[in-house]
C-alpha cells in the first residue's frame, strides 16, 4: 500500500475489538472511511509526526488499530 502518514487511528482495550472493527471498516466504502478520517483529522495532518506534540502513545498497553 505504500503507506507514509498516519492520519487515523482508534484505540481498543482487547485485540478482539480491535479485529471486530477492522472488519467492519474493510467492509465499508471508500467513501465511508474518507468521511470518518475527516472527521478525526479534517487536515488529513500526519499524526505520528505529531504524536510527540499531542501525546498519542503512552505506555499503556492497548491495542490501535490503523487504517491504511
Known sequence: YNVTELVYFE???RMEDAI???KQLKAGS???KINLISGF???WEDLFKKSKEI???DQR???RLIIE
Open 61 to 63: 498497553d492497548e491495542f
Open 55 to 57: 501525546n498519542l502513545y
Open 11 to 13: 484505540e481498543f482495550e
Open 20 to 22: 471486530k472493527r477492522e
Open 41 to 43: 483529522n479534517p487536515k
Open 30 to 32: 471508500r467513501g465511508k
